[in-house]
């Protein structure tokens, strides 16, 4: 089964900082782009960062620039998102997702981990 | 970059067809034909119901279907059912600087 799963979200101050993490299996990870894609409460999606196959590119939204970093091991079937500096406005529920190229869809998302930023 | 537009609710009877309309401008939904459809239930992940304006992924129903005229993308769904009910949401390409915009989603309710 083609899955993506997310983890190591939780409660952090302020100006902290988490490890994301998504692991994937039923499919050749090391084929794909991968993303990062955001919810805050009751809001809508937002795309944050993605990472082509061997790692080479990263981008990122502006909003995150500078304080977020995107990272993949294809050995270990995992992508990463190093967010540091973190703030309110960063609480969300945050998705993996596939796709095979930039502006390709996304076809298969993991089930969130929720990221929550307060005092 | 801002957000597609999109309704923030477009309601129908069961069977009915409805349509959700997503406004972009010249440099995303008018300059690529990579627009895609998510569907998203409460509590869950969104799912992909249509990709590159109109295609429809393997076990996605037919009565799901899709559209582009200009800067603005579209979202039919025919023989309206229950289980239609759901927050969807359109994303296009935005060019490699940008990339992905989402639009603001539409919830649907079905009466």
């Known amino acids: 089964e083609v899955q993506l799963v997310e983890s190591g979200g939780g409660l952090v101050q302020p100006g902290g900082s988490l490890r994301l993490s998504c692991a994937a299996s039923?499919?050749?990870?090391?084929?794909?782009?991968m993303s990062w894609v955001r919810q805050a409460p009751g809001k809508g999606l937002e795309w944050v960062a993605n990472i082509k196959q061997d790692g080479s590119e990263k981008y990122y939204v502006d909003s995150v620039k500078g304080r977020f970093t995107i990272s993949r091991d294809n050995a270990k079937n995992s992508l990463y998102l190093q967010m540091n500096s973190l703030r309110a406005e960063d609480t969300a529920v945050y998705y993996c997702?596939?796709?095979?190229?930039?502006?390709?869809?996304?076809?298969?998302w993991g089930q969130g981990t929720m990221v929550t930023v307060s005092s | 970059q801002s957000a597609l537009t999109q309704p923030a609710s477009v309601s129908g009877s069961p069977g009915q067809s409805i349509t959700i309309s997503c406004t972009g401008t010249s440099s995303d939904v008018g300059s690529y034909n990579l627009v895609s459809w998510y569907q998203q239930h409460p509590g869950k992940a969104p799912k992909l119901m249509i990709y590159e304006v109109s295609k429809r992924p393997s076990g996605v129903s037919n009565r799901f279907s899709g559209s582009k005229s200009g800067n603005t993308a579209s979202l039919t769904i025919s023989g309206l059912q229950a289980e239609d009910e759901a927050d969807y949401y359109c994303c296009s390409y935005a060019g490699s600087s940008t990339f992905d915009v989402f639009g603001t989603g539409t919830k649907v309710t079905v009466l």
């Open positions: 997702a596939r796709q095979e190229y930039p502006g390709d869809a996304f076809d298969i």
């Open positions: 039923g499919f050749t990870f090391s084929s794909y782009w």
